[in-house]
Nanobody, 125 residues
Framework: QVQLVESGGGLVQPGGSLRLSCAAS????????IGWFRQAPGTEREGVSC????????YYVDSVKGRFTISRDNAKKTAYLQMTSLKPEDTAVYYC??????????????????WGQGTQVTVSS
């Protein structure tokens, strides 16, 4: 059974940093893209970042470029999202998902994607 479990969320002051982790299990190979999405109350889910299976192809939406860094460790079957210079508008539930892609300056996931349960990130003073 495929499973994704996020961790690392919490409360942080503006300008602070957090690192989110996404632990994957049940996959028969590492040949899949994995990404991060977020959803704030009253808004649609937004793709934030996506990394290819080769760990070298990375994509970001403009609002997080230069502040967030996505990475993955296939040996540990874990993906990460390092978030720095956090802003109140980054407050959301963050989800990891497989089968992400970058198109027309946005990040989305195919219908085949597996999703985690989410972790809350709150940026507030």
């Amino acid at each position: 059974q495929v499973q994704l479990v996020e961790s690392g969320g919490g409360l942080v002051q503006p300008g602070g940093s957090l690192r989110l982790s996404c632990a994957a299990s049940g996959f028969t190979s590492d040949y899949y893209a994995i990404g991060w999405f977020r959803q704030a109350p009253g808004t649609e889910r937004e793709g934030v970042s996506c990394i290819g299976s080769n760990e070298k192809s990375t994509y970001y939406v403009d609002s997080v470029k230069g502040r967030f860094t996505i990475s993955r460790d296939n040996a540990k079957k874990t993906a990460y999202l390092q978030m720095t210079s956090l802003k109140p508008e980054d407050t959301a539930v963050y989800y990891c998902a497989t089968d992400c892609y970058y198109r027309d300056y946005s990040i989305a996931a195919f219908k085949s994607a597996s999703w985690g349960q989410g972790t809350q990130v709150t940026v507030s003073s």
